[in-house]
């Protein structure tokens, strides 16, 4: 039997010499990591609090923190209030800015969490995507979230400075 990386084909493990885990597929053994099933109310969970722990511990905290600072250099005289509307863009945009960093400041630890839900990667686009991933596919064309040994092997060695 073989799989596919890229155009190549890999020899892997006999029937006989396979591990316990793998279940037989048409075509070939199936990756028994690739399979992990994940519940959608426990999807939900994990989304829900990170709503919520991004809202309460990041979100808030940063937008009335931005909003305080914003009004004290006006009160200061540091920064001018509008004479149409007076402080009050300065505090929404402040507010608005805050809110938005403390929500983006939280996606790390929200990503942390559905890893160890189980869920790898993301959509697969964006700075933190790993589209070069050094997995291999199955035949269904569906990703592995492992390196099997036999890709181990067979992947090009890492530049030092990726090391």
């Known amino acids: 039997m073989s799989a596919e990386i890229s155009g190549q084909t890999v020899p892997t493990e006999e029937p006989a010499a396979a591990g316990s885990g793998s279940a ?14 994940v519940h959608r109310e426990d999807v939900r969970k994990v989304w829900k609090e990170c709503q919520e722990e991004s809202f309460w ?15 004290g250099l006006i009160y200061q005289g540091i920064w001018k209030s509008s004479k149409r509307f007076g402080p009050f863009p300065k505090l929404a945009v402040a507010g608005i800015l805050g809110f938005a960093v403390g929500k983006a400041s ?4 929200c990503r942390s969490k559905f890893q160890e839900l189980g869920i790898q990667g993301g959509p697969g686009i964006g700075p933190w995507s790993k589209r070069d991933h050094p997995g291999h596919r199955h035949r269904e064309g569906r990703p592995c979230h492992h390196v099997c040994e036999e890709c181990k092997k067979n992947a090009p060695a890492a530049p030092a400075g990726q090391a």
Do not use: E, F, N, Q
Request: glycine share 16%.
């Open 24 to 37: 037989p597929i048409k075509g070939g053994w199936k990756c028994p990591l690739s399979d992990a099933h």
């Open 57 to 71: 511990y990041r979100a808030l905290p940063l937008s009335l923190g931005s909003m305080a600072v914003t009004g």
């Open 106 to 109: 939280y996606v790390g630890t």
